[in-house]
């Protein structure tokens, strides 16, 4: 019964969409009208009003929406959402500046001579306004109004002007930043953690083990990540929209001609081009560069937007005014001097040392009053000139309660959803396709494609996503990154607004289109679009690194980045040292060969011990590299027999543990029951039936299976071995190097404490029992921070105890004082000599090896290695077999 009553919410949920009911009360009003019903005819015909729910009852399920939703929202680390207002905030005060008018009317004389110049252009300025308004509506109404009467004054085709100007102004929804990407995330967000549950489950289950190695969990992303991940995907799309505008007028002259500008391309055309082009370039610049550099966060970056573009419209709405640009000329002064004054000063007010100090902090704090200036300066032009500010503040809180309001409505539907077994319906679903997770995939964006012909785009994201991302996340097998995917929902979405015949930008540009423009003309004009938006979505899916490459670069070359002894990294660490060995082998061994010729004979036994041993392990890390090499190609060499079993043998078992997981519910559910006898005999006997087919689909697995796969284990394992053989082994090669180096080079700093040391016998010889016991203490503590000055330490502490005891022995302090002196002194004699003679040699072998043998050690990894490993990790990676 519980798909009658799924499916009963499906329908609802569709006719109060298509009926025009408000999306934000037909989501909850559809999962309440169908809890309500399921919970009536329960109590009608079995007498228990949750007997038709997967699991527990309605009033579970009526709040669990809410209850997520709060929980999930109200965090204090879930911050992501807090963007959309700023970002809604700074698109809709940049749409009513009229910069997209400045920048349409500009572009289109600097494009007009090419061969579909003004497409071109079109296209052009829909990108800047994608990556700095972001708002659909806005701009396809602003290029309609400006751009279309000029294009069709010009001879265009009708289609290809339409389509142009609907496509163009779809952007906004890819190229961040962008409120569809931060949505995503936030709900991918979620998906993660389930998807991550998932399949540390089915690695349990899988292999016994009750931890799964970090390297196999789910890669999570953030609104900062989704950013990154879709700016290389949205300029592939701007560069497909123009080439083929290009390759159309050139072989369609006649329907997209050049348009040539009446005046001349002076000095003065030239000034106007920057004026118009370099300020919203540089707030793109101040946004997504900020999140891009690590030095803001997403959030933070929206507040960068949102005083940028009240700045922008301070000096364009007071155009042809007496000092219009004064307030942005002040706010780029003052900024300047912060940075300038930052650099080259201390401003840190609560450690003002000196008169350098002081400056610094008196000097930007003037900066920062010239800054509050100007942004207050442009506010007040801004609520003075009609209105504006007050306008857009009250459209970004109608656009931000709308948003708010739909993702609580969908946390109560997706919770409905769940109630009647929905999401199991849907992995089993998915999990049951032949093919895999490819299939799996291809049918998600199928459906998400064709949903976008009825729904909107924030529709499908919070009410698809959070259903079918965590099944797609889970698989193993591709083993995608949360960004790839988000940004191939994202690519598909946009087509949303495009696909007749609830196409949005469709209906915002037959607004303002003339009636010389059929409505068909613009259905026709957007298909070549679509195609070219699906060609994207192709190209993404077959080469992850256009999403994945800079997310994960910004992760390993950031001030927080991960140490290089990170797990996930020491596949691709491993495979760049292997790689270093083959081309440059001959030039390290050389280094370790010098290195072990050198006269260690100075340096105190432990510590040479250390050394000559380090460098055998140096040694020993060639035959490693090959250990795994061979451990690799045999267990690659079981693959072609292993994987087709395996895979036929975990769609069983999935089967199996979703029938007994169903039988479990179900015995839970019987023992609660509180109905009639015959319908509780009825679940009994559900019960029974899904073990026994359990049991069936167990008689199918090869007999020969576990022998397979504990033959294949053996063989992994055997992988493991030799990689975990090689990590040890470098890094009992580098560490001791660097820790003889760092003694040596504490010679100076222990050179300090000589006059102290001799001293301190004949100092604590006059002071009382307490205050010598305290002295000795200062001094170990001091001395203990030195490198390699532990002997020395351990004698002070021992002479401390002796006076510290019950019964008091000044001769055996003085005694251990007189050795840590005599161990100070040897000390230094053989770190001078090692200064001069040893150490130089130590360091140009440890620069040898260090980005090799020593690069697992290393506390970060360098930007060369950072950029090979982003590179390396970019891709996707079966790793299904480890399951």
């Known amino acids: 019964m519980e798909v009658y009553f799924l499916l009963v919410l499906v329908v609802t949920m569709m006719l109060a969409l298509g009926s025009g009911f408000p999306v934000a009360f037909a989501l909850?009003?559809?999962?309440?009208?169908?809890?309500?019903?399921?919970?009536?005819?329960?109590?009608?015909?079995?007498?228990?009003?949750?007997?038709?729910?997967?699991q527990d009852g309605p009033v579970q399920w009526l709040t669990a929406g809410v209850t997520n939703f709060r929980g999930v929202y109200w965090e204090v680390e879930r911050d992501t959402l807090i963007a959309i207002p700023l970002f809604i905030f700074m698109g809709i005060m940049l749409q009513r500046s009229k910069i997209a008018e400045d920048l349409l009317v500009t572009m289109a004389q600097l494009f007009g001579p090419i061969p579909g110049g003004l497409g071109i252009s079109v296209v052009f300025v829909g990108a800047l306004l994608a990556a700095t308004t972001g708002i659909v509506g806005a701009t396809v109404v602003a290029m309609g109004l400006i751009s279309l009467p000029a294009m069709l004054r010009n001879n265009y085709s009708k289609p290809l002007a339409t389509g142009t100007i609907a496509a163009s102004g779809t952007l906004g929804q890819i190229i961040p930043p962008s409120i569809v990407l931060i949505i995503l995330a936030d709900q991918l967000a979620s998906a993660v953690d389930q998807a991550s549950t998932a399949r540390k489950a089915e690695y349990k289950a899988a292999t016994g083990e009750i931890s799964m190695p970090s390297a196999f969990d789910v890669t999570s992303t953030s609104a900062g990540d989704m950013f990154l991940g879709a700016f290389v995907p949205g300029l592939l799309l701007v560069a497909l929209y123009m080439i083929a505008i290009l390759v159309f007028a050139l072989l369609r002259p006649k329907l997209a001609p050049a348009v040539h500008y009446d005046g001349s391309f002076d000095r003065k055309f030239w000034g106007r081009v920057l004026l118009t082009l370099v300020p919203p370039l540089a707030l793109i610049f101040l946004v997504l560069g900020s999140i891009i550099a690590g030095v803001a966060t997403v959030n933070q970056a929206g507040a960068?937007?949102?005083?940028?573009?009240?700045?922008?419209?301070?000096?364009?709405?007071?155009?042809?005014?007496?000092?219009?640009?004064?307030?942005?000329?002040?706010?780029?002064?003052?900024?300047?001097?912060?940075?300038?004054?930052?650099?080259t000063l201390s401003t840190n007010v609560q450690n003002i040392q000196s008169s350098s100090d002081a400056l610094g902090v008196t000097l930007a704090s003037i900066a920062v009053v010239g800054l509050l200036i100007a942004i207050g300066w442009s506010g007040w032009r801004t609520l003075k000139t009609e209105d504006t500010l007050r306008g857009v503040m009250i459209e970004t809180a109608k656009t931000t309660s709308l948003v708010f309001i739909i993702l609580l409505g969908a946390a109560m539907l997706t919770a409905a959803f769940r109630a009647f077994g929905g999401e199991e319906l849907v992995r089993d679903f998915l999990q049951g396709l032949p093919g895999g997770f490819w299939t799996q995939f291809f049918i998600v964006m199928a459906v998400i494609f064709v949903l976008g012909f009825f729904l909107d785009f924030i529709e499908i994201a919070v009410v698809v996503v959070p259903i079918v991302a965590p099944i797609l996340l889970a698989d193993p097998a591709a083993n995608v990154t949360a960004v790839w995917l988000g940004v191939m929902i994202g690519l598909n979405i946009q087509t949303s607004f495009l696909t007749p015949p609830f196409g949005f930008a469709l209906f915002y540009l037959r607004g303002v289109a003339p009636a010389s423009v059929r409505t068909v003309q613009m259905y026709k004009g957007v298909i070549a679009f679509i195609c070219l938006q699906l060609a994207a979505l192709f190209i993404v899916a077959v080469y992850p690194p256009l999403v994945n490459y800079l997310p994960t670069r910004l992760s390993l070359t950031s001030d927080t980045a991960p140490p290089a002894s990170s797990p996930p990294l020491q596949a691709c660490i491993e495979k760049y040292v292997a790689e270093q060995m083959s081309e440059r082998g001959a030039e390290i061994k050389k280094a370790i060969a010098e290195a072990k010729g050198l006269d260690y004979a100075i340096v105190p036994k432990k510590l040479r011990g250390d050394l000559e041993g380090s460098i055998s392990k140096a040694e020993a890390v060639f035959p490693a590299l090959e250990a795994i090499a061979a451990a690799k190609k045999t267990r690659e060499a079981a693959v072609p027999d292993y994987k087709p079993v395996h895979a036929e043998v975990r769609v069983l078992l999935r089967r199996i543990h979703r029938f007994e997981d169903e039988a479990k519910k179900l015995e839970v559910k019987i023992r609660r029951f509180r109905g009639t006898e015959a319908a509780k005999a009825a679940l009994v006997?559900?019960?029974?039936?899904?073990?026994?087919?359990?049991?069936?689909?167990?008689?199918?697995?090869?007999?020969?299976?576990?022998?397979?796969?504990k033959a294949y284990l053996k063989l992994v394992k055997a992988e493991d071995k030799a990689r975990q053989i090689y990590?040890?082994?470098?890094?009992?090669?580098?560490?001791?190097?660097?820790?003889?180096?760092?003694?040596?080079d504490a010679a100076p700093e222990l050179a300090k404490f000589e006059a102290e040391l001799r001293g301190l016998k004949a100092e604590i010889s006059g002071l009382e029992k307490k205050a010598a016991v305290d002295r000795l203490a200062d001094v170990r503590k001091r001395i203990g921070s030195v490198a390699g000055a532990r002997d020395i330490r351990r004698k002070i502490t021992g002479a401390r105890r002796a006076l510290r005891a019950r019964k008091s022995d000044p001769e055996k302090a003085a005694k251990l004082l007189d050795e840590a002196v005599a161990l100070f002194e040897a000390d230094m004699g053989w770190r001078k000599t090692a200064a001069a003679t040893l150490a130089p040699k130590l360091r140009a072998?440890?620069?040898?090896?260090?980005?090799?043998?020593?690069?697992?050690?290393?506390?970060?990894?360098?930007?060369?290695?950072?950029l090979y490993v982003a590179s390396c990790r970019s891709d996707h990676t079966d790793i299904s077999l480890n399951f």
Do not use: N
């Not at 009536?40 to 007997?51: E, K, M, N």
């Not at 026994?692 to 007999?703: G, H, Q, V, W």
């Not at 990590?727 to 040596?744: C, F, N």
């Open 28 to 54: 909850p009003g559809s999962a309440i009208f169908t809890i309500g019903a399921a919970a009536l005819f329960g109590y009608v015909l079995q007498g228990d009003s949750g007997a038709f729910f997967a």
């Open 304 to 343: 960068i937007g949102a005083v940028g573009a009240t700045m922008m419209a301070g000096y364009r709405l007071a155009q042809g005014q007496r000092f219009a640009f004064a307030p942005a000329i002040l706010g780029i002064v003052s900024l300047i001097a912060i940075f300038v004054i930052k650099a």
């Open 685 to 709: 006997s559900e019960a029974a039936t899904l073990k026994s087919e359990a049991d069936a689909l167990r008689a199918e697995i090869p007999a020969d299976w576990d022998a397979r796969h």
């Open 727 to 744: 990590r040890r082994t470098v890094d009992q090669a580098y560490q001791p190097i660097l820790e003889v180096v760092a003694v040596i």
């Open 845 to 866: 072998y440890e620069a040898a090896i260090r980005d090799t043998i020593g690069l697992r050690s290393q506390p970060r990894l360098p930007v060369e290695q950072a």
